[in-house]
T-cell receptor, first 114, second 110 residues
Framework: DTAVSQTPKYLVTQMGNDKSIKCEQN?????MYWYKQDSKKFLKIMFS???????INETVPNRFSPKSPDKAHLNLHINSLELGDSAVYFC?????????????FGPGTRLTVT | TQLLEQSPQFLSIQEGENLTVYCNSS?????LQWYRQEPGEGPVLLVT?????EVKKLKRLTFQFGDARKDSSLHITAAQPGDTGLYLC??????????FGQGTELSVKP
């Protein structure tokens, strides 16, 4: 009965590889997000989808490509991984895209690029 | 650019002590949120403050929103080891994005 789930929990890969992280929410929310938390624990938004449409696209390298097949899923594909991509990536969801809404976060995916 | 500055960044105290964490900005926010993140987990919302001057209590945690809606504080009374974690303040900017402060890592020693 997990609300927001992510797979995998840990991902260790070499530079240059392509990898994907999957996210699913069973809360019936229509807005989903990807965040990156760096080694200093700073959390920054990367992307947001509302009803499968991209509504927030921060200044993120185009090696990162989100995909939302339906309202309950938001995946993140990363091409040509670099050392600087090492971080914890969090998926989140909320009931709507309006401000003030509580966001529910997944447990995170710790990506290590060697 | 709307920024949220949190202080202190690190806090290590003994069980039973009181502490206050501050979240400041030069910009006005319509509301501010406080999240708590435990190791290996995602942030979990503790509270949202909406009205200037508002005070909300959650057991031993007291949250205050500044009168001008530019700052907020979190006060913990008689801290316990279970309070250990990363505390994050956050607010929606004018672009509709939730922005976070740098976080305060709290360690409460028994």
């Amino acid at each position: 009965d997990t609300a927001v789930s992510q797979t995998p929990k840990y991902l260790v890969t070499q530079m240059g590889n392509d990898k994907s992280i999957k996210c699913e929410q069973n809360l019936g929310h229509d807005t989903m997000y990807w965040y990156k938390q760096d080694s200093k624990k700073f959390l920054k938004i990367m992307f947001s989808y509302n009803n499968k449409e991209l509504i927030i696209n921060e200044t993120v390298p185009n090696r990162f490509s989100p995909k939302s097949p339906d309202k309950a899923h938001l995946n993140l594909h990363i091409n040509s991984l670099e050392l600087g991509d090492s971080a914890v990536y969090f998926c989140a969801s909320s009931r709507s895209a309006s401000r003030g809404r509580e966001q529910y976060f997944g447990p995170g995916t710790r990506l290590t690029v060697t | 650019t709307q920024l949220l500055e949190q202080s202190p960044q690190f806090l290590s105290i003994q069980e039973g002590e009181n502490l206050t964490v501050y979240c400041n900005s030069s910009s006005v926010f319509s509301s501010l949120q406080w999240y708590r993140q435990e190791p290996g987990e995602g942030p979990v919302l503790l509270v949202t403050v909406v009205t200037g001057g508002e005070v909300k209590k959650l057991k031993r945690l007291t949250f205050q929103f500044g009168d001008a809606r530019k700052d907020s504080s979190l006060h913990i009374t008689a801290a316990q080891p279970g309070d250990t974690g990363l505390y994050l303040c956050a607010g929606y900017n004018q672009g509709g994005k939730l922005i976070f402060g740098q976080g305060t890592e709290l360690s409460v020693k028994p």
